[in-house]
């Protein structure tokens, strides 16, 4: 079992709709949950973290996260065209530093 | 200020020969990683410096592999007798500090091409 899963993709949905991504663990001992977004050919860059329980939002982007169900999720409200991309998860354990990533998800949004 | 830079930024070398990436992290940076990212694939933790603590090489794939930083400044990445399996993109990122929240920012990557 992969350490961080991610459903690979692609993921198409139309502008202006919600885009909904997905991405599960297995250390139960995970501390931190990063979301980055990565443009093709470009470093990742992150879009957001978070470490507690329930849901956290940042403009049009929602993070949740259910540590009882090892499972975090990003949620893209009006999705635009520039938010096609590789969404990539980050798991980050006790101690601290060592970061786990997925193999991303691709995001394309139609216009 | 800066971000974080790495050179070169394209390499294309010979089967069998050896490679050094340099990656200069953000000033005041404690901590840096490094990753590799094979074409199509996620992340692939390989090596971490906190500061003056020993390193964290639990990723590196091989003894062919490795890493050194002097204190808090650059950090330079080694393959020795490079095999085709190595060409990828290497990626360097630094974080303030080693708290389990800490953002990295991600560095432009060195493609490498092993022919």
């Known amino acids: 079992q992969k350490e961080v899963e991610q459903n690979s993709g692609p993921l198409s949905v139309p502008e202006g709709a919600i885009a909904s991504l997905n991405c599960t663990y297995s250390d139960r001992g995970s501390q931190s949950f990063f979301w980055y977004r990565q443009y093709s050919g470009k470093s990742p860059e992150l879009i957001m973290f978070?470490?507690?329980?329930g849901d956290k939002e940042d403009g049009r982007f929602t993070a949740q996260l259910n540590k009882a169900s090892q499972y975090v999720s990003l949620l893209i409200r009006d999705s635009q065209p520039s938010d096609s991309a590789t969404y990539l998860c980050?798991?980050?354990?006790?101690?601290?530093?060592?970061?786990?990533f997925g193999a991303g998800t691709r995001l394309f949004v139609k216009a | 200020g800066a971000g974080v830079s790495q050179s070169p930024s394209n390499k294309v070398t010979e089967k069998g020969k050896d490679v050094e990436l340099r990656c200069d992290p953000i000033?005041?940076?404690?901590?840096l990683y490094w990753y590799r990212q094979r074409l199509g694939q996620g992340l692939e933790f390989l090596i971490y410096f906190q500061g003056n603590s020993a390193p964290d090489k639990s990723g590196l794939p091989s003894d062919r592999f490795s890493a050194e930083r002097t204190g808090e400044s650059v950090s330079t990445l080694t393959i020795q007798r490079t095999q085709q399996e190595d060409s990828a993109v290497y990626l360097c990122?630094?974080?303030?500090?080693?708290?389990?929240?800490?953002?990295?920012?991600f560095g432009p990557g060195t493609r490498l091409l092993v022919l």
């Open positions: 990122a630094s974080s303030q500090g080693p708290i389990s929240q800490e953002t990295q920012y």
């Open positions: 000033s005041g940076h404690t901590a």
């Open positions: 978070i470490y507690s329980n």
């Open positions: 980050a798991v980050k354990g006790v101690g601290g530093f060592k970061t786990i």
